[in-house]
Structures are given as structure tokens and as C-alpha cells.
T-cell receptor
Framework: GAGVSQTPSNKVTEKGKYVELRCDPI?????LYWYRQSLGQGPEFLIY????????DSGLPNDRFFAVRPEGSVSTLKIQRTERGDSAVYLC?????????????????FGAGSRLTVL | DAKTTQPNSMESNEEEPVHLPCNHS???????IHWYRQLPSQGPEYVIH???SNVNNRMASLAIAEDRKSSTLILHRATLRDAAVYYC????????????FGEGTQLTVNP
């Protein structure tokens, strides 16, 4: 597609439930990023993939959060046993392959986000 | 990751130029300076980036200090649609373009 697509746009769930959020990146972009944004704050990095593998998952807050990208395209962020503090907008971004010194010039394209509300 | 400092908020009038400052005194030689903006209820949107020289594109201009410890995003004629949070971010090649966002500058544009 022309942009990064995220589904669902809104998700309301109950505390303790399992949630999946999907990201469909720009075709051909090998790098994919997940961020979380709480109200009034800047986006907070969670994890990024280079192809199918997680190149950096240092931002995942705990083991309830997990993300996969099995075929190097679509990615799913999975949250187990949701808590009220997980309520936020979850943003996905993609970019062309990143490597080498010039990768500092790499530009990310973000989706509109998935708003998660845990009651 | 090298840190950036921006004012929390700024205000401008429509059709006037806006200069959004950013300090990044700990920038390293290979860090690129990026600007993104976020309109209400949308994901961040790329605006412009540069390394050492000033840059212009259809959205804005980026002026980079000679010592690279600060930069300024310039919107030449602000419109109401430019009202957004503007983020100044250093993109280090060692981070795999994992951008670290601060709280940004909330720009208000008055009609």
C-alpha cells in the first residue's frame, strides 16, 4: 500500500485479556518499528525488526509484550494479560533497510496508530 | 542516545515565519538531525533532516549551527494546518534508525 496501515484503529478490552495489534508496512521496507505513546508524551520505542528478526527489543516493558514479523512484512504486537497502564496509542513505522553510517539519514514513515483502552 | 532540548510550546500568527529551536550539545559527528511533527490524532510525520549543511524542502528549512550543537526548523509561512507537536531528534547510525522522541514543541498558530 501507499502508507503504513495499522489495525484496529481502536481497541477496547478488559483487564487481563489478550490483544493483538497489526501493522502492514510500506511494500519493500525491510525495517519495522513499534512505538507506544501515552497522552501528552512523545512516542516511546518498543522494538524494531530488520527483516524477520528483532534487531532491538530493548524497549519492550516486560514479558507480557511480544512482537513477531514472520515473513518480513506484516508485524503483530501481542500483549498478554493486559493492564490498565497498557492503555496508549501504539504506533508502527517502517523504513528502507538500515545499515552503515549513512543510515542516520533514514526516514521513518508512521501509521496512524492503534488506540488501546484497557478497562 | 544523544539528547535534544526544545521549548515546550511556541505560538505564531498565520502567514508569519516560525523558528523552532533545538539544542543538541552532545551530538556526535555522524548523527543526523531529524525533525518530525505530529498533528492531533495522527502518527508522526517526517519534516526534514540534515547533517551539516542547511537544507530546504517543500515543507520547511533546516538551519544547522556551524558547531552542530543547535539547529532551527523554519516554517516560512505558518498556516493553521501547521499546528502540531514538532520533534527534534538525533538519528545515530548505530541505533538502526531507532528514533528517540522527547516531548517536542507544541506549536500553536493563531488566525
Amino acid at each position: 500500500g501507499a502508507g503504513v496501515s495499522q489495525t484496529p484503529s481502536n481497541k477496547v478490552t478488559e483487564k487481563g485479556k489478550y490483544v493483538e495489534l497489526r501493522c502492514d508496512p510500506i511494500s519493500g521496507h525491510t525495517a519495522l518499528y513499534w512505538y507506544r505513546q501515552s497522552l501528552g508524551q512523545g512516542p516511546e520505542f518498543l522494538i524494531y525488526f530488520q527483516g524477520t528478526g528483532a534487531a532491538d527489543d530493548s524497549g519492550l516493558p516486560n514479558d507480557r509484550f511480544f512482537a513477531v514479523r514472520p515473513e518480513g512484512s506484516v508485524s503483530t504486537l501481542k500483549i498478554q494479560r493486559t493492564e490498565r497502564g497498557d492503555s496508549a496509542v501504539y504506533l508502527c513505522a517502517s523504513s528502507p533497510k538500515t545499515s552503515g553510517v549513512l543510515s542516520g539519514a533514514n526516514v521513518l514513515t508512521f501509521g496512524a496508530g492503534s488506540r488501546l483502552t484497557v478497562l | 542516545d544523544a539528547k535534544t532540548t526544545q521549548p515546550n510550546s511556541m505560538e505564531s500568527n498565520e502567514e508569519e515565519p516560525v523558528h523552532l529551536p533545538c539544542n543538541h550539545s552532545t551530538i556526535s559527528g555522524t548523527d543526523y538531525i531529524h525533525w518530525y511533527r505530529q498533528l492531533p490524532s495522527q502518527g508522526p510525520e517526517y519534516v526534514i533532516h540534515g547533517l551539516t549543511s542547511n537544507v530546504n524542502n517543500r515543507m520547511a528549512s533546516l538551519a544547522i549551527a556551524e558547531d552542530r550543537k543547535s539547529s532551527t526548523l523554519i516554517l516560512h509561512r505558518a498556516t493553521l494546518r501547521d499546528a502540531a507537536v514538532y520533534y527534534c531528534i538525533l538519528n545515530a547510525w548505530t541505533s538502526g534508525s531507532r528514533l528517540t522522541f522527547g516531548e517536542g514543541t507544541q506549536l500553536t498558530v493563531n488566525p
